[in-house]
């Protein structure tokens, strides 16, 4: 069973950058750590996906509110997914999640991610 960890949120001000970690633990099937992604869910919405790699694992997506702020990248060795958050805005405040495109996985704890302004 594969368990996901995610931590390095925390309060920041507008303008300013995080650096989340998601590590997994457990034995991966097939793309290993490739096939996480990061997701997202402010209070009172849907959680929504905010970054992934792209099926072939040679590129990224992100969500079109984070392009360009936000970039996905990962350590095979270490089986951790990273997720580099710069020029912050209070609506990304949420807690933040690691799980597969699809959420095949069990989802963690989250890590709160709170933009002051």
């Known amino acids: 069973q594969v368990q996901l960890v995610e931590s390095g949120g925390g309060l920041v001000q507008a303008g300013g950058s995080l650096r989340l970690s998601c590590a997994a633990s457990?034995?991966?099937?097939?793309?290993?750590?490739?096939?996480l992604a990061w997701f997202r869910q402010a209070p009172g919405k849907e959680r929504e996906l905010v970054a992934a790699?792209?099926?072939?694992?040679?590129?990224?997506y992100c969500a079109d509110s984070v392009k360009g702020r936000f970039t996905i990248s990962r350590d095979n060795a270490k089986n951790t997914v990273y997720l580099q958050m710069n020029s912050l805005k209070p609506g990304d405040t949420a807690v933040y999640y690691c799980?597969?495109?699809?959420?095949?996985?069990?989802w963690g704890q989250g890590t709160q991610v709170t933009v002051s302004t």
């Open positions: 799980n597969t495109r699809m959420g095949t996985l069990a």
């Open positions: 457990g034995r991966f099937s097939g793309t290993g750590v490739m096939a």
């Open positions: 790699f792209t099926w072939s694992g040679d590129s990224t």
